[in-house]
Nanobody
Framework: QVQLVESGGGLVQPGGSLRLSCAAS????????MGWYRQAPGKQRELVAT?????????NYADSVKGRFTISRGNAKNTVYLQMNSLKPEDTAVYYC????????WGQGTQVTVSS
């Protein structure tokens, strides 16, 4: 069983920055893909940024966050970060960490609110 622990959400003004963290723990596992999704009120959950881990590491970003958000892995390879810069009100959502091993896992979600 794998557990995901997220942190780093909060309230920030437009143009500000936040950094989200997600750490996976549990039984030994191989990570195929790890990243972040978000869900705003009344909307479907959508991809924000992911890292596909294989022979080559592939990064995937939603068009709406390209150039503003950066996803990275920690030195402990079971950790993933999302650096969010130049935040906009439309980035307001619950952000979920997603981990794909031989099973799919979701974190509990962390609220990000961008408002003046």
């Amino acid at each position: 069983q794998v557990q995901l622990v997220e942190s780093g959400g909060g309230l920030v003004q437009p143009g500000g920055s936040l950094r989200l963290s997600c750490a996976a723990s549990g039984s030994s596992f191989s990570i195929y893909n790890m990243g972040w999704y978000r869900q705003a009120p009344g909307k479907q959950r959508e991809l924000v940024a992911t890292i596909a881990i294989g022979g080559l590491t592939n990064y995937n970003y939603a068009d709406s966050v390209k150039g503003r958000f950066t996803i990275s892995r920690g030195n402990a390879k079971n950790t993933v970060y999302l650096q969010m810069n130049s935040l906009k009100p439309e980035d307001t959502a619950v952000y979920y960490c997603r981990l794909l091993t031989d099973r799919l896992y979701w974190g509990q979600g962390t609220q990000v609110t961008v408002s003046s």
